[in-house]
């Protein structure tokens, strides 16, 4: 292999689809979605179970100043101890206040507000979120009553939220790196799992490759997963479309041994005779036999390489033409008169002069054409009459050719059309293709060929029947013959 060779295989390769990194990069993008979500969601549940707790301890502090407020008899100044402990905080400074409804502020380290409810004199601390000073505060609340009569003295303890939110942080920030390594196990797993599920393919392949090279039989679908079947399927119809293409190429061949044989034999047969008795007249008769059997297998081989061609092509190989079927016709006639004049045979047209428009490759139709008018003139017999016509009616236009010789039992009909069928006592040579020939072309067409007898019950009609091209107007119907 030279080295570009090498190189364009290698960029191939990495250019090649590839299931893995398909799959991968449609699963990135959400895979990194949710990793973000799952962020969110663990910042907003962090919160949730850290403020639960913080708040229960703030409550717990409203509580530890209510004791130390009823031991200080006074009432009017906090323990020094009590101020250390309600002040001491090492990272979030913690607030209080004490504050008669009668006589205003008591002691305090920061002018906390009233709560907006009064608590009861026996709840349990009351939890309220202010803001203060620009500062988010959480604070806890009780009353107690106060040392005159009808007085409550309300306890406060405030603290900021830095803490709750850095505790928060801190929890995020140890839960991401191990959802990011779920994420990747995930990615990995799907990797693997791309290679192992691939597996599945192994007893096809197998299969495949146990095939001997002229099997073309459908695959054995059992062991096909269905996400393959469409692939599968469409290997199982080219499998279809190769074996219809290795019987025509048997057939060919088994057709091309049975048409030469004949006519070699023959041949070989008139060489013999002509080596064998060296007198000129039967030399010149040998020869003349061997002009006519050598032409003969010359038309034989032109003939099935015409219908190899016919039947090997399909809708995919040409794309079809607007071919005007009147025009191709009067122009092949126009070529075959001089021949058919010196042959003593009428051979005419009648139909429009152009406009029958049909869908289809013009060769083709031609050479159908061509085999029918070699057929009719022919048989037509001497001083005889071919007419070819051409209708054009709404949906379908009738190419017709029809002579005026002995034309076909009608029994033989139906068989006419079969390779090499020729009616019994067929006189003239011919190899039996040629109606094959028309009758293949007709179908890539999508017309009918039918048969039936020629104008006042003398010889033989094939009439091909197409379906018109919606856009085909019938132009000039007149009649003329050319
Ligand atoms: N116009 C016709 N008139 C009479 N017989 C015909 C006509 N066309 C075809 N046939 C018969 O049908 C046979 C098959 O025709 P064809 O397939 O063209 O093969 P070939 O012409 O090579 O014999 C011919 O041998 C002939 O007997
Ligand atoms: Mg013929």
Redesign the pocket.
């Known amino acids: 292999m030279s080295d570009n060779a090498v190189a364009a295989r290698k960029v191939s390769a990495a250019q090649a689809p590839s299931l893995r990194r398909r799959l991968l990069t449609i699963l990135a993008i959400p895979m990194a979605l949710a990793w973000l979500a799952s962020g969110a969601l663990i910042y907003v549940l962090a919160l949730h179970y850290v403020n639960i707790n913080y708040d229960r301890s703030l409550a717990d502090s409203a509580r530890a100043l209510e004791r130390m407020i009823r031991s200080d008899a006074g009432l009017r100044e906090l323990s020094p101890q009590a101020r250390i402990l309600m002040e001491y905080d090492s990272s979030d400074p913690s607030y209080y206040a004490v504050r008669s409804l009668h006589h205003g502020m008591l002691a305090s380290n920061l002018e906390l507000p009233v709560p907006d409810s009064v608590p009861a004199l026996t709840a349990p601390p009351q939890l309220d979120s202010l803001k203060l000073g620009g500062r988010s505060l959480r604070m806890a609340s009780l009353a107690i009553a106060g040392a005159d009569a009808n007085d409550t003295i309300i306890l406060s303890v405030a603290e900021t939220l830095h803490e709750r939110h850095a505790l928060a942080r801190d929890i995020l920030v140890g839960a991401l790196p191990i959802v990011l390594v779920l994420i990747a196990l995930v990615l990995v797993l799907v990797w693997f799992g791309v290679s192992r599920g691939l597996r599945l393919l192994d007893p096809l392949a197998d299969q495949i490759a146990a095939r001997r090279a002229r099997d073309l039989s459908p695959l054995d679908q059992s062991v096909v997963p269905v996400e393959i079947r469409p692939l599968t399927q469409t290997i199982d119809a080219l499998f279809a479309r190769l074996r219809e293409l290795l019987d025509l190429q048997e057939r060919f061949i088994a057709d091309a041994a049975h048409q030469l044989r004949t006519p070699l034999a023959g041949l070989r047969l008139q060489a013999e005779r002509a080596l064998a008795d060296p007198r000129p007249e039967s030399v010149r008769d040998a020869l003349i036999h061997v002009e006519r059997l050598s032409a003969g297998a010359g038309r034989a081989a032109g003939?099935l390489l015409a219908l190899a061609r016919a039947q090997t092509s399909n809708e995919n190989d040409s794309p079809d033409c607007v071919v005007d079927l009147a025009r191709l016709t009067r122009d092949y006639i126009g070529e075959r008169v001089p021949g058919a004049l010196a042959t003593h045979v009428d051979l005419g047209y009648e139909g429009p002069t152009q406009g029958a428009e049909v869908s289809g490759d013009a060769v083709m139709l031609r050479e159908a054409l061509v085999?029918l008018i070699?057929?009719?003139l022919?048989?037509?017999g001497e001083n005889g009459t071919v007419t070819v016509s051409i209708t054009n009616e709404v949906h379908t236009i009738a190419l017709a050719v029809e002579?005026s010789?002995?034309?076909?039992a009608q029994e033989w009909w139906p068989r006419?059309?079969e390779r090499f069928?020729?009616?019994p006592g067929?006189r003239?040579g011919?190899?039996?293709?040629?109606?094959?020939i028309v009758r293949r072309i007709a179908d890539r067409h999508g017309a009918v060929v039918v048969f039936d007898r020629g104008r006042d019950g003398l010889?033989?009609r094939?009439t091909l029947r197409f379906s018109a091209l919606a856009r085909a107007e019938t132009q000039s119907q007149r009649s003329s013959r050319v």
Request: hydrophobic fraction near 35%; proline fraction near 3%.
């Open positions: 003939q085999n070699d057929n009719a022919n048989y037509a002579d010789g002995a034309g076909v006419m059309g069928f020729r009616p067929s003239r011919g190899s039996g293709l040629g109606l094959a010889g033989l094939v």
